[in-house]
Nanobody
């Protein structure tokens, strides 16, 4: 069984910073990609940033220049450094990972989510 556990959410004032962490544990052969999604209140889940062994990093236009995603594949972990936070960044942030359980079996997993609230 594989689990993704996020941490680091909280309440911050506009202009502030937060760092989210996500760690995968369990029977993992390798990890192809890890991503951060967010779901604002009353809205659909959207991709924020991702990192993969093949294509590097990618960001939503709304967070470019403010957020930075990084990974530590030795620790099966991904991080999201969020700077210059805005009220519209308020959302539940979810970690997602494409994990190979064996060489040929890849499964997508989700974390439970962590709340980020930015006050104006």
């Amino acid at each position: 069984q594989v689990q993704l556990v996020e941490s680091g959410g909280g309440l911050v004032q506009a202009g502030g910073s937060l760092r989210l962490s996500c760690a995968a544990s369990g029977s993992i052969f390798s990890i192809d990609a890890m991503r951060w999604y967010r779901q604002p209140p009353g809205n659909q889940r959207e991709l924020v940033a991702g990192i993969s062994t093949r294509s590097g990093t990618d960001y939503a236009d709304s967070v470019k220049g403010r957020f930075a995603v990084s990974g530590d594949y030795a620790k099966n972990a991904v991080y999201l450094e969020m700077n210059s936070l805005k009220p519209e960044d308020t959302a539940v942030y979810y970690c997602n990972a494409d994990i190979r359980l064996t060489m040929s079996r890849r499964v997508s997993y989700w974390g439970q989510g962590t709340q980020v609230t930015v006050s104006s």
